[in-house]
């Protein structure tokens, strides 16, 4: 099969179109014809060499497909070969075929294309996790994404204005924040104009947001314990700004507020389809009633991965870059 591989750590130059072996799926994992493949910041790190897959998973890049299962084991899952799914892998995406775990298989839902599904994955099961299941949005909370107008940024805006929750949401220029407040967010801050801190205390009265989704950190972690209300929660799922930071910790216990955070891609099978489970049952009937929706960028051919990457690293891009098979 033709598959992308990081030839050396580097920049998008170093993805290469090779020959690989068809991957051979194991007990409990289903072969994929892959016909479009998400791409995603951790391919970035990976591609760099700063983010290394797990033990025994595939060292091409890729962490989600859409494609048709042709053969494997489907468990007690209720796919069968023949079936058009979207999957969450830890690694092996960017090929003409992919081996998964089949209970990190979902139909793709009705109504949206491969193309479309293919960007769902990593950014709907990140976004379940850690904004509903570690941020614990509920009730009448408020939420503040950072980077807002990424893949998992665009998902986040509108799963949880879905659900009936107000969302803020951070992005880098004027025509970002139109396209996020497009998508349901009551307000877009341009942060290289705005002090987003400022601009979340006048919003909210004073009070604050209950939920920050931070994909920064660094020195944003101190700025986002200013935005929460008493007994908030700041979730992390990303180092942009860095690994380290100073907070104040005097926030931290006279309001109560929580600092926590999780990578998904090491996580056992189990755990993502806990997560698989919830999304079929609470998100898919959003995605195929139209109420909410992926939101493709751009897409290019596999051969291309490189140039893909390259907008990727240009970091101009609303919602999700796929890649074609």
């Not at 990593?122 to 980077?147: A, C």
């Not at 700041?234 to 942009?240: G, H, P, Q």
């Not at 104040?248 to 006279?254: G, L, T, Y």
Request: net charge negative; glycine share 12%; aromatic share 4%.
């Amino acid at each position: 099969m033709k598959a992308v591989e990081i030839s050396t750590p580097g920049g998008p130059e170093v993805l290469k179109l090779v020959d690989r072996p068809m991957p051979e799926p194991k007990a409990g994992e289903v072969l994929i014809k892959v016909s479009a493949a998400g791409i995603n910041r951790p391919d970035v790190f990976q591609r760099k060499g700063a983010y290394p897959p797990p033990a025994g998973a595939s060292d091409l890049p890729g962490l989600e497909v859409a494609g048709e299962i042709i053969g494997g084991d489907v468990g007690t899952t209720g796919l069968k070969v023949g079936d058009r799914v979207c999957a969450l892998l830890a690694g092996g995406g960017y090929a003409e075929y992919c081996v998964a775990p089949a209970e990190q298989c979902l139909p793709v839902p009705v109504g949206l294309s491969d193309v479309e599904a293919a960007g769902l994955p990593e950014t709907y099961f990140t976004v379940w996790s850690n904004v509903f299941d570690r941020g614990q949005l509920s009730g009448d909370d408020i939420l503040l994404v950072h980077g807002g107008a990424s893949g998992i940024g665009t998902t986040a805006i509108q799963l949880a204005t879905a659900m009936g929750h107000k969302v803020y949401a951070t992005a880098g220029s004027d025509e970002r924040v139109t396209a996020i407040e497009n998508l349901g967010a009551i307000q877009g801050i341009n942060y290289r104009t705005h002090d987003f801190v400022e601009e979340i205390k006048k919003a909210t009265a004073g009070r604050g947001v209950d939920v920050i989704l931070d994909m920064v950190a660094g020195d944003y972690i101190n700025r986002d314990l200013a935005c929460l209300a008493d007994d908030g929660r700041i979730v992390i799922i990303a180092l942009l700004g860095g690994a380290k930071a100073t907070i104040d910790c005097s926030q931290v216990m006279r309001r109560r507020l929580t600092v926590t955070g999780s990578t998904l891609r090491p996580r056992p099978v189990a755990f993502k389809a806990d997560i698989a489970h919830a999304l079929k049952q609470r998100v898919w009937p959003l995605l195929e009633s139209g109420k909410i929706k992926p939101i493709v960028h751009a897409t290019f051919p596999l051969a291309q991965a490189s140039d893909a990457h390259a907008m990727m690293d240009a970091g101009e891009q609303i919602g999700k870059i796929i890649l074609t098979v």
